[in-house]
């Protein structure tokens, strides 16, 4: 169990493609052979980088330029991924608002729930049935340090993450034995599009390379603990301590502490 040689007339879909994270799992699954599906909003982006990686590798990469926040436009590329033979899902589109929820767009609060946890939920349900049929499969989806601990300043998000932690791992746990598998990547910072989306461009980078990592080094641990079959992958010593505190240690403590990085995330973000 866990991700093997690609399989005939399979394909591998990665959402949050145009960037990031995303963009390295499309590269590292296409340098194994994978036929790709790329699903993000920036269409001229995903052509170029279909294009790159089809002529680099051989593989077929066709592109998807859909908001995923967008039930509508979510519920026709669910249904053609149920007609479709999915080998890989990757679940790695995100987005995150940062500020005290009172302050916040209303809107765009929406739009994170709906990206960060319902796509989630949505694409999963939509290829799951085809995997377990075949006996065959793998899904990953991208959580977050932040689910493992309450977040003052960013707490719609947290909440998002806490979500896809939670059914990610009971997934994998559903799954055993039946030749599908899941995965869920829990990253600390990373150096990806993801703060620039946000508005809060000043924080990326911030503490050096023994906080931050890059979306490569994410992505290749993440597939290795996919072809593994594993449960859960935090990338870097620097999150996985964190991982530990953010789970056990008291929330009296916690809370405040949390409150106040995230406001100087903010502030950091307009420099």
Known sequence: ??????????????????????????????????????????????????????????????????????RAARGELCA??????????CNNA???NWGLIRDLDPASERMVVEL????VHDLTLAVLPGMLARGSGVIEMTGSLAGMQPMP???????CKAFVN???????GELQG????CTLLAPGPVRTGLMDASGISGVDGVGGSLVWMTP?????????????????????????????SGRYAPRALLLPLLKQVSAQVVRRGGG
Request: charged residues 25%; glycine residues 12%.
């Open 153 to 159: 300043g960013c707490a719609t998000y947290a909440a």
């Open 94 to 96: 995100g987005y995150v």
């Open 116 to 119: 960060d946890t319902v796509a």
């Open 216 to 244: 490569e080094r994410v992505a290749r641990d993440t597939l290795r603990a996919m072809e593994r079959g594993r449960r859960v992958i935090v990338p870097g010593a620097f999150a996985k301590v964190n991982a530990l």
């Open 1 to 70: 169990m866990g991700l093997g040689k690609p399989e005939a007339g399979a394909i591998a879909v990665v959402t949050g493609a145009s960037s990031g994270i995303g963009e390295w799992l499309a590269r590292l699954l296409a340098a194994r052979g994978h036929n790709l599906l790329l699903v993000a909003r920036r269409r001229e982006v995903l052509d170029r980088l279909g294009a790159e990686l089809a002529a680099a590798h051989g593989i077929k990469a066709e592109v998807g330029a859909v908001d995923l926040a967008d």
């Open 178 to 181: 039946t030749g599908v598998s």
């Open 80 to 89: 053609e991924l149920g007609r479709r033979k999915v080998q890989v899902l």
């Open 166 to 172: 939670s059914f990610c791992e009971s997934l994998h």
